[in-house]
């Protein structure tokens, strides 16, 4: 099968045209660097499939970073087809720049001029025939989201796949390494803007990017502005995710779904265990996690709001002088905001970073940020323990996330990952009307992603734990969960979290399986409570304090990422070695820190 | 050079000896070209700028790759 392959650079809408060609659904955003890896679908061209490869963008064919690497590698080796060059049309200078490039391949080509519906909203006036004529390849102009010229397109990609490689083209200087060819192309590339795009006289209304700039980057509003987005958005999760968990959907699983259940295998004589496993163990361990389903896709929502708007891209401009501080560049604040989401694609999205000691430091950094399946631990003991002040709480545990993660980088930056002075070069996209498709969409994936986990990893883990906890050693069923094996187990490694306060083989085994995934420690906790008392609320405010509840929540935050993410930094680290090491230390950090919080507490009495 | 907020520069050449030059070439600082510093950070770095008709965050070190001098009509490309 033929192969065509998208390139183009970063945030010229790649993907939404991958999206609309092959009906996928991946994850668009609106800041250079959103696919970081390569994507592949198939489209119909007339009665023929054809192979589309989605890559991630680049400005120039030299890169330096490992995701434009990618994208230069796979042009080279793989010879496609067809090159479908995506040109942002309303950043037409700096794009024709990589088309160049590109065109100097002499590859069969089209060149797509995409976001047209923007350029004609700024009077501006792209003659797509003159912009051929000078590259001599077949340009076409779209929009991808407002789906415009998409039958022609289509129809060129199939008539051109065929043609002959197109006349040779090169700079006019030939290949001497003593010219700049940087400044030969820009060169070229101002001479064919001016002959192709009119920018009409009529005065030009101020554009939506510099007047919301104003504000939202004004020198003295920014930072209040950008944490009151920060607190809006934790706030509006926290509250009305909790508002609408504690009401309707908890009420509906303990009572109705788990008692229901309960008494109607009751009335059908069910043997005493599989009421136990189903009630104590299923609906206990997955149940109790998708009560946070809420709070999850709220946060999703609001992350994919802040990418899909250009307000990310910002956010990394203004934070950049403080993480330069600490080790980092303003880049690498794409990638931990992402961590509040999930950490797998926040140590993915580190690939934006060029610097590969950037690149190191960020993955190792990216579990300290509260990802949402830490919510249900907070949620759960915020709940018990800290009803008045559940969101301050809350809050302060994320603080202590971002807090750690910086201490982290300026040690790490210190000893082991030495600075060698990385720069900060990144473009800032215009603001864009965020569409409520896509950020449905990209919230509607990680939920669904959730539940499968559920319905899997969390639901096969539960079982597991029901069993270990409801059998003891000689295998007999058992009551008093003292007597199971997982008590048994549990109170080996107990002793090491002693000095923390909470040294109970419950509280172990939770945070032992809560390496599996980090919502396993609610199920476990749910679980293991099932068979003894009524509910985990009742065993966890009998076994814990308000001061070790907070410990036992910052341990959960800090120590061990969960199994998924470790796999995915040894990927990206290409080393056991740094895994290790971002294993060790960070469980290290998470005892030391908890010992701290949980000796300063009993010292102040609390 | 110092640049400050709200004038306009002309590149007079990159400092291909600078490790950021390759990157800022291929972001469009060429000779003669004419951009604009449009914005501080909050806390005064790095550099919003303007140029070729899009806009670029950039640290003020890295900046020093590029020798330019102060422009003070607008040029055809910022």
């Given at each position: 099968?033929?192969?065509?392959?998208?390139?183009?650079?970063?945030?010229?809408?790649?993907?939404?045209?991958?999206?609309?060609?092959?009906?996928?659904?991946?994850?668009?955003?609106?800041?250079?660097?959103?696919?970081?890896?390569?994507?592949?679908?198939?489209?119909?061209?007339?009665?023929?499939?054809?192979?589309?490869?989605?890559?991630?963008?680049?400005?120039?064919?030299?890169?330096?970073?490992?995701?434009?690497?990618?994208?230069?590698?796979?042009?080279?080796?793989?010879?496609?087809?067809?090159?479908?060059?995506?040109?942002?049309?309303?950043?037409?200078?700096?794009?024709?720049?990589?088309?160049?490039?590109?065109?100097?391949?002499?590859?069969?080509?089209i060149v797509v001029l995409n976001m047209m519906d923007e350029v004609e909203k700024q009077s501006i006036h792209i003659d797509a025939e003159q912009l051929s004529k000078m590259l001599d390849i077949p340009v076409y102009a779209i929009s991808a989201t407002k789906k415009h010229g998409l039958r022609e397109l289509t129809h060129a990609m199939h008539k051109h796949m065929d043609m002959p490689t197109p006349k040779t083209f090169s700079l006019a200087c030939g290949s001497c390494s003593l010219c700049k060819k940087g400044e030969q192309r820009y060169r070229l590339v101002e001479h064919m803007v001016s002959a192709c795009q009119h920018t009409e006289i009529s005065q030009q209304k101020q554009s939506r990017t510099t007047w919301l700039d104003k504000i939202l980057l004004n020198r003295v509003l920014a930072l209040p502005i950008f944490l009151l987005i920060m607190y809006?958005?934790?706030?509006?999760?926290?509250?009305?995710?909790?508002?609408?968990?504690?009401?309707?959907?908890?009420?509906?699983?303990?009572?109705?779904?788990?008692?229901?259940?309960?008494?109607?295998?009751?009335?059908?004589?069910?043997?005493?265990?599989?009421?136990?496993?189903?009630?104590?163990?299923?609906?206990?361990?997955?149940?109790?996690?998708?009560?946070?389903?809420?709070?999850?896709?709220?946060?999703?929502?609001?992350?994919?709001?802040?990418?899909?708007?250009?307000?990310?891209?910002?956010?990394?401009?203004?934070?950049?002088?403080?993480?330069?501080?600490?080790?980092?560049?303003?880049?690498?604040?794409?990638?931990?905001?992402?961590?509040?989401?999930?950490?797998?694609?926040?140590?993915?999205?580190?690939?934006?970073?060029?610097?590969?000691?950037?690149?190191?430091?960020?993955?190792?950094?990216?579990?300290?940020?509260?990802?949402?399946?830490?919510?249900?631990?907070?949620?759960?003991?915020?709940?018990?323990?800290?009803?008045?002040?559940?969101?301050?709480?809350?809050?302060?545990?994320?603080?202590?996330?971002?807090?750690?993660?910086?201490?982290?980088?300026?040690?790490?930056?210190?000893?082991?990952?030495?600075?060698?002075?990385?720069?900060?070069?990144?473009?800032?996209?215009?603001?864009?009307?965020?569409?409520?498709?896509?950020?449905?969409?990209?919230?509607?994936?990680?939920?669904?992603?959730?539940?499968?986990?559920?319905?899997?990893?969390?639901?096969?883990?539960?079982?597991?734990?029901?069993?270990?906890?409801?059998?003891?050693?000689?295998?007999?069923?058992?009551?008093?969960?003292?007597?199971?094996?997982?008590?048994?187990?549990?109170?080996?490694?107990?002793?090491?979290?002693?000095?923390?306060?909470?040294?109970?083989?419950?509280?172990?085994?939770?945070?032992?399986?809560?390496?599996?995934?980090?919502?396993?420690?609610?199920?476990?906790?749910?679980?293991?409570?099932?068979?003894?008392?009524?509910?985990?609320?009742?065993?966890?405010?009998?076994?814990?304090?308000?001061?070790?509840?907070?410990?036992?929540?910052?341990?959960?935050?800090?120590?061990?990422?969960?199994?998924?993410?470790?796999?995915?930094?040894?990927?990206?680290?290409?080393?056991?070695?740094?895994?290790?090491?971002?294993?060790?230390?960070?469980?290290?950090?998470?005892?030391?820190?908890?010992?701290?919080?949980?000796?300063?507490?009993?010292?102040?009495?609390? | 050079?110092?640049?400050?907020?709200?004038?306009?520069?002309?590149?007079?050449?990159?400092?291909?000896?600078?490790?950021?030059?390759?990157?800022?070439?291929?972001?469009?600082?060429?000779?003669?070209?004419?951009?604009?510093?449009?914005?501080?950070?909050?806390?005064?770095?790095?550099?919003?700028?303007?140029?070729?008709?899009?806009?670029?965050?950039?640290?003020?070190?890295?900046?020093?790759?590029?020798?330019?001098?102060?422009?003070?009509?607008?040029?055809?490309?910022?």
């Amino acid at each position: 099968m033929k192969t065509i392959a998208l390139l183009g650079n970063p945030n010229s809408g790649k993907t939404s045209l991958f999206n609309v060609l092959t009906g996928g659904r991946q994850h668009v955003g609106n800041w250079p660097g959103v696919t970081v890896e390569k994507k592949e679908g198939f489209v119909m061209l007339g009665h023929e499939r054809f192979h589309l490869m989605d890559l991630p963008g680049l400005y120039s064919l030299e890169p330096d970073s490992p995701e434009q690497k990618l994208a230069g590698d796979y042009l080279l080796k793989e010879k496609p087809a067809l090159i479908l060059n995506i040109v942002d049309a309303s950043n037409l200078e700096r794009n024709l720049y990589l088309t160049l490039q590109l065109r100097e391949l002499n590859m069969p080509m089209i060149v797509v001029l995409n976001m047209m519906d923007e350029v004609e909203k700024q009077s501006i006036h792209i003659d797509a025939e003159q912009l051929s004529k000078m590259l001599d390849i077949p340009v076409y102009a779209i929009s991808a989201t407002k789906k415009h010229g998409l039958r022609e397109l289509t129809h060129a990609m199939h008539k051109h796949m065929d043609m002959p490689t197109p006349k040779t083209f090169s700079l006019a200087c030939g290949s001497c390494s003593l010219c700049k060819k940087g400044e030969q192309r820009y060169r070229l590339v101002e001479h064919m803007v001016s002959a192709c795009q009119h920018t009409e006289i009529s005065q030009q209304k101020q554009s939506r990017t510099t007047w919301l700039d104003k504000i939202l980057l004004n020198r003295v509003l920014a930072l209040p502005i950008f944490l009151l987005i920060m607190y809006a958005i934790f706030t509006l999760t926290f509250e009305i995710g909790s508002g609408l968990v504690s009401g309707f959907l908890d009420g509906f699983l303990n009572i109705t779904l788990r008692d229901g259940l309960s008494s109607w295998l009751t009335f059908l004589a069910a043997p005493a265990w599989l009421i136990s496993l189903l009630c104590d163990g299923v609906i206990a361990g997955v149940g109790t996690i998708l009560l946070f389903l809420p709070q999850i896709a709220l946060l999703f929502f609001f992350l994919s709001l802040l990418e899909d708007s250009g307000y990310m891209a910002r956010a990394a401009f203004m934070m950049d002088k403080i993480f330069s501080v600490f080790g980092l560049s303003g880049s690498s604040f794409i990638p931990l905001m992402m961590g509040f989401g999930c950490t797998v694609p926040a140590v993915m999205a580190c690939r934006i970073l060029g610097n590969e000691r950037d690149r190191k430091l960020t993955i190792l950094l990216a579990p300290f940020m509260s990802c949402s399946a830490r919510l249900p631990v907070y949620a759960l003991f915020a709940g018990v323990f800290f009803k008045q002040n559940q969101g301050l709480i809350v809050f302060s545990l994320y603080l202590l996330g971002i807090v750690v993660a910086l201490l982290s980088a300026l040690i790490l930056s210190k000893t082991v990952l030495k600075s060698k002075g990385s720069g900060f070069v990144m473009e800032i996209p215009p603001y864009r009307l965020p569409q409520l498709r896509n950020m449905l969409l990209h919230t509607w994936e990680k939920v669904k992603g959730f539940v499968i986990r559920a319905g899997t990893v969390l639901l096969i883990a539960s079982m597991v734990v029901w069993f270990l906890q409801s059998f003891s050693t000689s295998l007999i069923m058992v009551t008093n969960g003292n007597e199971s094996i997982l008590a048994k187990l549990g109170g080996i490694i107990a002793p090491i979290f002693a000095p923390l306060g909470f040294g109970t083989w419950q509280a172990s085994t939770a945070l032992l399986t809560g390496v599996a995934a980090k919502e396993m420690i609610v199920s476990t906790l749910a679980v293991v409570s099932g068979a003894g008392s009524a509910s985990p609320v009742m065993m966890v405010s009998q076994m814990f304090s308000p001061l070790t509840s907070y410990v036992f929540m910052a341990f959960s935050l800090l120590y061990m990422p969960c199994l998924s993410t470790i796999v995915t930094m040894r990927k990206e680290l290409g080393s056991r070695k740094w895994t290790l090491f971002g294993l060790g230390y960070s469980f290290v950090v998470a005892w030391v820190i908890s010992f701290i919080i949980y000796q300063a507490g009993l010292l102040l009495k609390l | 050079m110092k640049y400050t907020k709200g004038n306009l520069y002309q590149v007079i050449s990159v400092d291909d000896k600078h490790p950021a030059s390759k990157r800022l070439v291929e972001m469009g600082f060429t000779e003669d070209v004419v951009f604009l510093v449009e914005k501080t950070a909050p806390f005064g770095d790095p550099l919003m700028i303007h140029i070729r008709g899009y806009h670029l965050a950039l640290r003020r070190r890295d900046l020093q790759a590029v020798h330019a001098k102060p422009c003070l009509q607008k040029g055809a490309t910022a």
